[in-house]
């Protein structure tokens, strides 16, 4: 156990360490993560599993993750994601398959002196905005049934309120007009958006399944309500350095009382009121609060827009929990730039979307631009 403590561990690599899986449950976080179960490969589908139930422990417990890709022969290989967290142990408690969802429970101790602090009193009391673009439906044939083409932009609505009113740590601005190509290898399109609307992540949402199964007429006469499965991929990226920072699948079923014929209209209370509706708003209710979780210490960060002497405008403000007086850090983006990872402002102006932050009296701005970071840890 000894050598365990001493590694940095990949996702990649968690299955073997399940053979050293400890005899207590003293100290340790369980937590619980799908994955879907493509041509019958099992054995990836729980690895994918137990790297989702890790990565959402790694970060409620304050740890860091950093997405890293690479070519190999003009060939883009598939993103390893990396932390600097050590593990103890690891123990598989459970395993599920059901309709092809394989679901595991894991139960892992993390080494504390890896992780960053996650005491309230020694956090920001901040909230970082969260950019959730529509949604991208795999199989829109499946929106058919019902009528529900509409249904990725209220999934963004309603996620966005959810966070908004619920969240401690994050709200969220939903642009259910953007349609973007979640999938595709070259992720600069994330940092573009946040720049764009003043947001530190950006929400990618994949809907992967959202069929109806209407059974056939009672009598031959008499139509029955349905179930219909609402499966949805959610994976957080940093819009500051395009790196993915959290990452969970939920799945859900409920009764579906339209007809064949119906069109179930999503701006409707008849929609929300039924059974798939009301399971849909608990799905999209834990999304939230899992991802609020996810980022809890997490430092908050922001850009500067302007400088103008030692007054540096940022593109946050009141609406992000800063106060005047709250301190915030610049963060180095080059070996190059002198002094910069030293140098702090303190807001003395406060916008609801912006603010203005004063370098120390004796400090000169060197080496940050227009587009530099500050963060609020």
């Known amino acids: 156990m000894d050598l365990l403590n001493r590694r940095l561990f990949r996702l990649r690599s968690l299955l073997p360490l399940l053979l050293l899986s400890a005899s207590s449950h003293a100290s340790m976080l369980e937590y619980s993560a799908s994955a879907k179960i493509f041509n019958d490969r099992i054995e ?22 950093q997405l890293q890709q690479r070519s190999q022969a003009g060939v883009l290989q598939p993103p390893s994601i990396d932390w600097q967290a050590q593990v ?3 123990q598989l408690l459970s395993e599920t398959i059901d309709d092809q969802v394989l679901t595991v429970t894991i139960a892992l101790e993390l080494a504390p002196q890896a992780l960053q602090p996650t005491a309230a009193n020694q956090c920001h009391n901040g909230k970082a905005k969260v950019l959730i673009p529509r949604p991208q439906v795999r199989y829109r044939q499946q929106l058919v049934i019902g009528g529900l083409y509409q249904l990725d932009e209220a999934v963004a609505r309603v996620l966005a309120n959810t966070l908004s009113g619920e969240g ?67 994976t957080l990226f940093d819009a500051f350095d395009n790196s993915q920072v959290w990452q969970q699948r939920y799945r859900s079923e409920g009764e579906w009382p339209f007809k064949r014929q119906d069109i179930a209209d999503t701006a409707t209370e008849r929609f929300w009121d ?79 979307q912006q603010a203005v932050a004063t370098l120390a009296s004796d400090a000169a701005p060197q080496g940050l631009q227009i587009g530099d970071w500050l963060l609020w840890r």
């Open 44 to 65: 990836e589908a729980r690895q994918q599993a137990i790297d989702s139930a890790v990565q959402s422990a790694i970060l409620n417990a304050g740890g860091q993750l």
């Open 88 to 90: 103890n142990q690891l």
């Open 168 to 234: 401690h740590y994050a709200f969220a601005t939903s642009l259910p007009q953007l349609n973007l190509e979640l999938e595709q290898p070259d992720k600069q399109w994330i940092s573009a958006l946040g720049q764009q609307q003043a947001g530190q992540y950006v929400l990618a949402l994949m809907i992967d399944d959202v069929a109806a199964e209407l059974p056939p007429k009672a009598l031959g006469l008499f139509e029955r309500d349905g179930q219909r499965t609402i499966a949805l991929t959610a």
């Open 274 to 352: 039924s059974g798939f509706g009301h399971e849909l708003q608990r799905l999209l209710f834990d999304l939230s609060r899992d991802l609020d979780a996810a980022l809890q210490c997490r430092p908050l960060k922001s850009r500067i827009l302007a400088i103008n002497g030692n007054a540096l405008t940022l593109d946050i403000g009141q609406a992000a929990g800063l106060t005047v007086g709250t301190v915030l850090a610049s963060q180095p983006q080059s070996l190059n730039w002198p002094n910069q990872g030293h140098l702090t402002a303190t807001v003395t102006k406060l916008q609801h």
